[in-house]
């Protein structure tokens, strides 16, 4: 109840910050523009709380449904408007103060990213050095001739400074036929090796694509934090504080090859080799049968960790000044929204999967996730939730932003607003995609949970 609790807080937050940004991208165009703002509201429906403010008396209000927001301005479009302020109605502005206007709330939330992001840049964003294991034999980084120790310096001549860095250069690659790893060798030499991504599928894309492109970190041998009793690794003889270095000859490098190995083999009797108190010795152990989403897989019955020794060689912390900060925050937002782009037009061709799409549901447990995993984790996806609903904002939709602004260029070529009858139009269309793409979204929230 309390973790429900967590991720319904972390949700409203990041709904209360990222509409309030937006909206206020609108105000304060609009105000700048000469245009009159009856009403600021996060929330749409009945006003349940409102204040009037300044000058012109706006007001600022909190309505009853809150997945969104609205500014409410003078317009004669929407009823009589007194003489006075006819001047400053939204409908009498030219073209290009209108654009602006509209354009606002979008930028707004591109804005907030770049500046989270210089934010987390500058307090400092903790990751692993690039240090590879061992390949996988056959996989795409063992036909590139990646060996452990090579440390990743580069991809596609783009410098990557963590673990984190590499998995994201690589996943803006995807659906390509290969990339340019530059690597520093343990001997201290340079090399570059051709990492073909053509064998990989779009569901690998979608899932842990990494290992399936045969990358993974060097995390030293996993240690056995803690042995179920009567499980299978309890009756293997396994103890807490094991090393586990290999499994049937298998060099493993993290607690993820060994529960990836385990998994495979329900039933099977695997041969661990164990370290201990300086010394090797071999186990066998029978992973227990349990169904899991539809399918058998075996479980050892013991939790690991990390090689402590091993992860505080990897740490490192990346850190810029202000200036550094923002530059790095813009360029990190412009491949985000890029990406976002890309992605989207991927799932309209059919090459990436509509289970891509999340609505409410999937948001509210990332949130409180993100949460819970520390304040520069919930603005690192601060930063992502407001660049994907900037990015979708722009989009050419009837009623989202990006359809109004399709609606103002069409009236620059032509020289004239679009006609009533187009924006009635217009405005059923939009209701209609909108109503899908919530009702998909829904779906697939419902799905993941249920």
């Known amino acids: 109840m309390i973790d429900i609790a967590q991720k319904v807080f972390a949700f409203a937050v990041t709904l209360g910050v990222l509409i309030t940004f937006h909206e206020l991208g609108h105000y304060v165009v609009a105000r700048l523009a000469g245009v009159k703002v009856l009403r600021f509201s996060i929330g749409f429906g009945r006003v349940v709380w409102s204040r009037r403010i300044g000058r012109d008396a706006t007001e600022w209000a909190i309505s009853a449904v809150p997945l969104g927001g609205y500014v409410k301005m003078v317009d004669e479009r929407e009823g009589d408007v007194a003489p006075a302020d006819r001047s400053r109605a939204f409908n009498r502005q030219n073209v290009w103060k209108r654009i602006a206007i509209v354009a606002a709330g979008p930028l707004a939330n591109l804005l907030l990213a770049v ?98 492109l045969g990358l993974k970190i060097d995390l030293g041998a996993p240690r056995v934090h803690e042995v179920l009793p009567g499980k299978p690794a309890q009756m293997a003889g396994l103890r807490e504080g094991d090393a586990i270095v290999a499994i049937d000859g298998q060099a493993v490098r993290s607690p993820a090859d060994v529960a990836a190995t385990t998994n495979a083999h329900p039933g099977n009797r695997l041969r661990f080799t164990v370290r201990r108190d300086g010394g090797e010795y071999d186990a066998f152990l029978v992973p227990e049968s349990t169904e899991q989403n539809g399918r058998t897989i075996g479980m050892a019955g013991m939790r690991l960790a990390v090689d402590p020794a091993a992860a505080a060689n990897l740490a490192l912390t990346l850190r810029y000044s202000p200036a550094e900060a923002f530059v790095q925050g813009a360029a990190k937002t412009w491949e985000l929204s890029v990406f976002t782009l890309k992605m989207l037009g991927r799932i309209l061709t059919g090459s990436a999967s509509l289970k891509n799409i999340s609505g409410p549901l999937t948001m509210a447990d990332f949130a409180g996730q993100s949460a819970q995993a520390g304040v520069l984790s919930f603005i690192g996806y601060l930063a992502l939730i407001s660049i994907s609903l900037g990015v979708l904002n722009l989009l050419p939709v009837p009623l989202l932003d990006g359809g109004h602004l399709l609606y103002y260029l069409v009236e620059i070529l032509k020289g004239s607003p679009v006609s009533d009858r187009v924006l009635e139009v217009g405005q059923r269309i939009g209701m209609a995609v909108l109503a899908l793409l919530m009702a998909l979204a829904l779906f697939n929230d419902l799905s993941r949970f249920l």
Request: hydrophobic share 45%.
């Open 115 to 212: 500046l989270l992001f210089a934010g987390t840049y500058m307090a400092g964003i903790p990751g692993q050095r690039a240090v590879l294991a061992s390949p996988p034999a056959g996989s795409p980084a063992a036909v590139a001739g990646l060996a452990a120790g090579d440390v990743v310096r580069a991809v596609d001549g783009e410098p990557v400074g963590s673990w984190q860095d590499l998995r994201w250069r690589l996943l803006r690659l995807s659906g390509g036929d290969r990339a340019v790893l530059s690597v520093e060798r343990p001997d201290d030499t340079r090399a570059t090796r051709e990492l073909p991504l053509g064998s990989l599928a779009s569901a690998d894309w979608e899932g842990n694509f990494m290992a399936a």
